[in-house]
Structure formats: structure tokens, C-alpha cells
């Protein structure tokens, strides 16, 4: 029986001959108080070490599969191995409305998948070639040796510590004002929404957000029940009129808007129309949830405040930021900068959601913003990000007929066809291997068919070109001019 | 205006000019198109290099902060640094009932902190002083080596590949039919528990469970609005008799149990009536949440196989794992492993709450995982803390006047008390400095004030013994006898 046993070279000898032994007192192919080879008999058998087996027979024993009788060797356990009546559950029947419209809404699941060998516009995640991992490194090995032990133990649902406060000064840079604010780390931007959701609203109330906007925050909005009310974005931000218009009308429990590289158009919303935007909403008493999206990815022009630093010593701004669109999103950090009583309540909604986001994860980014390598990063990023975004908008100019292309910063461009299905589009690019985003995600009506999001922070200027003119050709074919 | 600043030795000097000018551009004191002085002048007056002042200053040109205007200088750009009229929220009135919930139910707000001095036997977490930390960072370089750029940049909603299959086999080892079942990657128990109730139950659905049970537990089925229905726990594990009855009163959604050293009882079912409690929760088609909880942390007896194990190529149970509660919970790894479909959705919900467990975490713990430390450690592990169990067991027993001292492994022991009140008790300890967790709180109704939770984990034997004998002179001033 033994001698079947095939031992690999990718794991630890112990280890296998442990698992092999487990799996055969598991299938009841080992009986209780079965006697197995001695050590010496199990090593000549298995060419392996005497020390090998006894080290496996000590953890078998450890682990209550094995008893030792001294002086008579090893016996397999009485375990009772049974496998009961089967029991099948139909779970399509057990999920509720809330795990059906999860699935729904799950993009990934169902939009266009990439293939090997296609040109994809679909990501706006960073590229990680451009990530700087020896300064990662360094900076987890200085947090593990100034406190390894701590951060790998439980920390706080509010987050690390130091994180928070470099964090409040971050924000403080931003012109934000801080008193009686506090933050509090989430597992990124979509997890800070969510919570920010979960704590203040109930199903049917009203909010106000742009159209389109943030293809998760929609998701995360319908998930809530929400009434969603989406404005129009132009060149400069939202139509204050519109907004004033539906304000008037409706009543609203909260507003969502995305100023800065405005997802997915790429808009900035100007100075003076931040500073409109929020009078009407402090009119109507809206508390204002602002995403700091891609804020670190200017390219070009003057600094803006983000609106919760219009807001002043005010607390009625929710700000929710996350460097994942920038860096590491794999590690999946984000805060929220609210009001501290806010923050009070949504740290405890944390805590019951998922305790806190890894100490490991916040101590490390901590010690890689502080160190200085942030900065370095950003720098060099924005030069690459901000080269292949000028390329990119060319090409599009060039190549795709259109009605508008959109996009100040950031990782993507969106266009605006004429008159052109961008599924239909995408069907047929899809066919010469190129996939893009169709824009209709974007929208919280069933406007946007017209509309397509490219991302190209993943992609080669080579491609950008190569992708762009089939785009271009496939528009021309349906009927698109220039 | 420039020599009143500040430079410390903590960070960098750039960026610490650079905010301090960014800081004057915020508040006003330099105004748009203000000239800057000379990196000359400032370097000298600031007693730093030149290039320090340089890069300075080409960072705030990179953010938009100033200008440059070749062969003139550096000036400041024209933000718009406007703080509009103040506008205050009372967030208290903003929070809906889930939030207010939340906050009433988290305990580590409203019960007794830990202050320095203390003896605390609040804690079940691991002692760090056991984690082996260059065995960790052995893992994080090796995985940095193999995949660092794919680990930081964004992963997949069910979680790290390697790790997913790795503990598919490690279920296996336990025992489990994995045909059919799928993993969800987690952060923790926690989140795990949460994610199928999510997609699972509505409010008012009935639930099942021990009682009493963990509190994060009764706490997230509260948050659920789900109707806790809790059946007495001895000895072997639930009373099977009340179990019946209840299901032949009520109709149940799902059940939850954790049969192996349960929390707060430490009791471990027996393997005759996990087979019994399958089967009368499947002749009321009842699926069954089965809790891991420190499986890994047995000390002593034959291995009993999970109820997930008895069910064989059934899909009626869904079993939540988690290491945390042995090693590392800092970082935030559990999972889920249920039947696919079931997978599916959960892996749509993951999805939409928080995109996916860090990436880096799960790979750094698979390479732990897979390269022996975690074996290694849990050897150690088991028995540094079956000493203490066993020493903090003869504690009680000699100190503690009771009517039963539960545990038969794990990181506690529960103890019941002749007629005293365990918050009274709690008071007269506190002012001693000797704290635990009061036994109310793991019980779905209002028992359990005569119970208490002592965690032994982190603490020294020393500490141990006079904890515990502070703990029996103040029952016994209470009047309570041994």
C-alpha cells in the first residue's frame, strides 16, 4: 500500500507521507488500531529518511489520527469515518433578491472576456511594470523589523494608526480642513461607498449623482435600493440647472459626484462649478459623498481643491479616497474622511463587516508613502501615464470618427459616437481582437449606447495605434464618419 | 517668511518644503503669481542643496501649485482657494437604523477597556511572540521574486489561485468530498459569515444556532434582523432533543454551529452527535453553517471528522475557515467553501462589497502555507498554548469557585458560577486589575449572567494564576464558594 505512495519533489517529504496516511485512514483504507510500518521499515520502504517518518507519525499524532503505544510502535486512531445520507440543497433557490441582482450586476461575470492575443481597452488598473518593487520590499522589511509581531496580529477597525495620521495630513495638503473630521481605512474606494451606504440610507431614497458615472458606485447604489438620479456632465462638471431642477422637485437623502477625472468621462469639474455645486446642495441641505478618483493623475493646469476643501470648517462632505487607482491596487487600501461622529458609526459597521483591512497591507503602504518612494513613484508614473494619455487622445483624433472625446487625465478616454451602437461596434472589433469598454455601464438610464471608455494604462503606444485604427475602420464600416 | 519654517530629521527635505509651501498657497499667504525665491535663494536661506529645493519645486509644478516661467522663475498658480459658507450636518440624525445598530452592538466601544497594569483575559487573540517572522518575510521575498508586479496590481474577487487550490486539498485532508464545492477567499471569518447571510436570508427569516455562541456571530445575525433561535449547549455539543423540537415548531432558513471548540465553550461535539445533528437538520431540510473555529487547535484525543466531511458529495453545508484565530489575524484570510453555485453568488456579492481580499496577504500565506512554516509553527504553537491550557485549567480548578469549568481546548476556558452576577464580578475584578469577557454576551436571550470567557493566550503563567486567584477571592466576597 505504502510502497504506491509517489512522492514529488514540490512539497516536503513529511508532509506527503502525512497527507498519503490521512487520505487512507480517511477512505477507510486504514483501520482503527491498525499498526503501521515502523519508521525504519516506512523509510527503506519509501527511500526517504527514518527521521522523515517519525517527524509525519508525530504530527499524525498531533493531529488525532494516529496513537503512539511506547515500545510497540504506531496505530491508526479511531476515527469515525462516515459519510452520511446525501443531502442535496437547489441553492438558485435559496439566494435572495440581493445575491440574484449581485450576480446581475456583475460586469466581470458578463461582459466581453479577454483572450489571449486581443488588444484590451477595458482596464484602467495601473501598470504594474511601473510599480517600484524593491522599494515595496524595503519598506516591509523595515515595518516587520520595527514591529513585524504587532502588525501581523489584530489591529483596529479604524485602521493603523499612523496611516490615519499621514492620511489627515494628506489631506490637509489637499487645502482640506481636518478639525473634528476623522478617517477611517477601508478596503478601497468600494468599500468606503459602501459602507458610507450602509450607514445612512434605506431602500428608496433618492440620490443625486452624475450620468454617467462610476460603473461600481451604480452597482453599489442599486444593491441599496436606491432611487438613482443621474445628471448630465458637460465640459466643466454637471448641469447646475438640471441639478437645481431635481433638487427642487425631489427630495434626497445624498449625493455622489467624482470632480476630479471624472470616471468615466475624464471631466474635471471646474473651481467655480465645485463651489456651485455645493451652495446648491448646502440649499437643500444634500450631504455631498466625494469620490477623490485618480486625483494624484493630473496632467496638466492648475491645481483644484477637492469640494471638502471648499467646505471649509463644515462637515457636510464625505470624502473618500484610495491610491488603487494609481498603485498597488492588489492591496486594496482606501479611506474615508468624514465627520467624526460619522466616522464613529461607520467604523463600527466595519467591524462588523470584516474586523479591519490587513494591519500587514496599511503598515507597509504607511512605510512606502512616508519613505518618500510614493512620491518618486507618482512622478514617474504621471510622466508615463500622462505621455501615453497624449498619444492616446491623438490617435483617437485621428483614427475614430466621433461626435466628442472626452478626457483631461487620468488612465482613459471616453468618446461619444454618431450614432453608432458601441455594442454593436464592440461585437465587430471584438472579432479582429480588440475589446473595449461599452459605455451603456456608465449610465444610470438607458442612455449611452453611443458611448465607449478606452483605457490604455495597460496597453503599448504600439497597440494604442494598432487598436485605435481598427475601431476607427469598424466605426467607418457601420456607418461613422469622421 | 521661508526662514520661520521648520526642518526635521524625519522626512525627506523636499517634501517637507514642499508642503510647507503648498501650505502658504492654501492659507493665502502667497498669493497667484507670486514669484518664488530663487532655488539659489532659497537653498541658502533654508541652509539645504540646491536640488532639494529644485525638486521641490518641480513637484509642485507636477501638482499644480506654481509655474515656471523659463528664464524668469517660479511663481505661484492662480487656485482658487475660496472656503465657502459653513454648512453643518448632525450626522447623529443622518445615521438609519442599521448604523445606530451597529454602533450598539459593537462591544469593543461599551465594554470594559484595557489599561495599562492590567491582567486582561478579554483576548483569545495569538500571542505574536510566537509568530515566526523571518519564516513570513522568507515568504513575502519569494513571492515578491516570483510575482510581485501581478500580486500588487488587482486580483480576482474568489481570490488567489494558488491558494484557493491549496486549501481545497487542505479540506480534503479533513475529510471533505470537494467535488462539486468551490472556495471563496475571505477577510476571515467574519466577512465570511456575513457574505452568506447576505445572500442567503431576509429579515425575519429564523435562524438556528447554539446558544450560547460567538458574539461577532450574534451580532451580524442581528444586523441581519434574523430571528436567533439558540439551543441549550452541554457536554457533548447541542441538546438534540430541543433541537427537534424547535424545528418541528418553526420553519428555519439556515443554521449555524461550531462544533469544534466552541466559542465560548470551548466543548467539541462528539462525532455520534455531529452525525446525529446533520441528520435531523436534513430531515428538515436545514442547511448548516459550519464555524472552523481553531480546528486547527486540538491538544488532545482522536480527530473528528467536520459535519462538512459527513456530508459527503452533499451540498448542504457551507463551511467558513479561517487561520486567523492561530496565526496572523492581522492579515485577514478565511474562506468559504460551499457548493458552486452557491460560490458563484457569494463571489458576485464579494465583489461588489470590497473587489477582493488582498492579493499580496493571500499569496505571501499561500507561500507560508506551502513551504512547511505553517507546520512548523502549529506544532509550536499547539504546545506552548495546551500548557497553558492545561496550566490555566488546574488554575481554575484550584482558585475559581464554580459549578462548571467548560474547555477541552483552544484559548479559553468558560466558566459558570454559582449564583453571581459575572458583571458585578467584572466591576470588583476591574478595580483589582484583573478584566475578562463577560459570559452575557455569547447568549442569544438574556442567561449567561452568571458566565465568563477567560482567554489565556497572552497571557504570562504568572499572570495566569494571579488573575485567576484575584478572580476567586472576589467570588468568594461575593459569596460564592468553591
Known amino acids: ?61 498531533d493531529e488525532g489520527f494516529v496513537y503512539i503505544k511506547k515500545g510497540k510502535g504506531t496505530f491508526v486512531s479511531d476515527i469515525k469515518v462516515s459519510v452520511e445520507e446525501k443531502w442535496n440543497i437547489d ?11 449581485s450576480e446581475k450586476l456583475d460586469i ?43 502588525v501581523l496580529n489584530y489591529g ?22 481636518i478639525e473634528g473630521k476623522d478617517i477611517l481605512i477601508t478596503n478601497g474606494f468600494t468599500e468606503g461607498f459602501d459602507l458610507v451606504l450602509t450607514c445612512l440610507t434605506n431602500k428608496g431614497d433618492n440620490i443625486l449623482c452624475e450620468n454617467p458615472t462610476h460603473n461600481t458606485a451604480i452597482k453599489i447604489m442599486k444593491l441599496h435600493g436606491l432611487n438613482i438620479k443621474g445628471v448630465q456632465i458637460g465640459k466643466k462638471g454637471v448641469d447646475l440647472q438640471e441639478l437645481e431642477k431635481k433638487l427642487k ?45 485618480n486625483e494624484e493623475l493630473r496632467y496638466s493646469g492648475t491645481h483644484v ?52 483591512t490587513s494591519s500587514l497591507d496599511q503598515a507597509v503602504f504607511y512605510d512606502y508613502l512616508k519613505s518618500g518612494s510614493f512620491h518618486k513613484y507618482i512622478r514617474k508614473a504621471r510622466k508615463i501615464y500622462r505621455e501615453k494619455y497624449e498619444f492616446a487622445l491623438e490617435c483617437a483624433q485621428k483614427y475614430i470618427p466621433s461626435r466628442e472625446i472626452l478626457g483631461e487625465g487620468g488612465m482613459h478616454i471616453f468618446i461619444k459616437l454618431k450614432n453608432i451602437d458601441s455594442r454593436q ?22 442612455r449611452g449606447r453611443d458611448t465607449l471608455r478606452l483605457g490604455f494604462s495597460r496597453v503599448s503606444e504600439d497597440n494604442i495605434e494598432r487598436g485605435f485604427k481598427i475601431i476607427g475602420e469598424e466605426i467607418e464600416k457601420l456607418g461613422g464618419t469622421i
Open 156 to 177: 483596529y477597525a479604524k485602521g493603523y494608526k499612523y496611516l490615519i495620521e499621514y492620511l489627515l495630513k494628506y489631506m490637509e495638503n489637499k487645502g482640506v480642513d
Open 108 to 150: 466581470i461575470k458578463h461582459e466581453t472576456k479577454w483572450q489571449k492575443g486581443m488588444i484590451s481597452f477595458k482596464s484602467i488598473a495601473p501598470d504594474e511594470k511601473l510599480f517600484n518593487i524593491e522599494e515595496f520590499k524595503k519598506s516591509f522589511l523595515n515595518r516587520m523589523s520595527l514591529e513585524g509581531e504587532k
Open 1 to 61: 500500500m505504502f510502497s504506491n505512495m509517489k512522492i514529488t519533489d514540490n512539497k516536503f517529504v513529511y508532509i506527503q507521507l502525512k497527507d498519503y496516511i490521512k487520505s487512507m485512514i480517511l477512505k477507510g483504507l486504514l483501520r482503527a488500531d491498525e499498526k503501521l510500518p515502523s519508521s525504519r521499515e516506512m523509510a527503506s520502504m519509501l527511500n526517504v529518511s527514518r527521521n522523515t517518518v517519525m517527524y509525519a507519525y508525530e504530527f499524525l499524532q
Open 91 to 101: 441553492w438558485e433557490d435559496e439566494i435572495n433578491s440581493y445575491g440574484k441582482l
Open 249 to 293: 422637485r425631489d427630495k434626497y437623502k445624498i449625493s455622489y459626484f467624482i470632480p476630479s477625472y471624472h470616471n468615466p468621462t475624464g471631466i474635471v469639474m471646474s473651481p467655480e462649478n465645485r463651489a456651485k455645486l455645493y451652495n446648491v446642495l448646502k440649499n437643500y441641505n444634500v450631504p455631498i459623498i466625494e469620490d477623490g478618483f
Open 425 to 446: 461596434l464592440l461585437e465587430k472589433c471584438c472579432e479582429r481582437k480588440v475589446i473595449f469598454t461599452p459605455g451603456d455601464i456608465f449610465y444610470v438610464d438607458d
Open 305 to 356: 481643491l477637492p469640494i471638502a476643501a471648499l467646505s471649509g470648517k463644515g462637515n457636510s462632505v464625505i470624502y473618500i479616497g484610495s491610491f488603487s487607482k494609481v498603485l498597488f491596487p492588489g492591496i486594496r487600501i482606501g479611506w474615508i474622511l468624514s465627520d467624526k461622529v460619522l466616522t464613529g458609526y461607520l467604523e463600527s459597521i466595519k467591524r462588523a463587516r470584516n474586523i479591519h
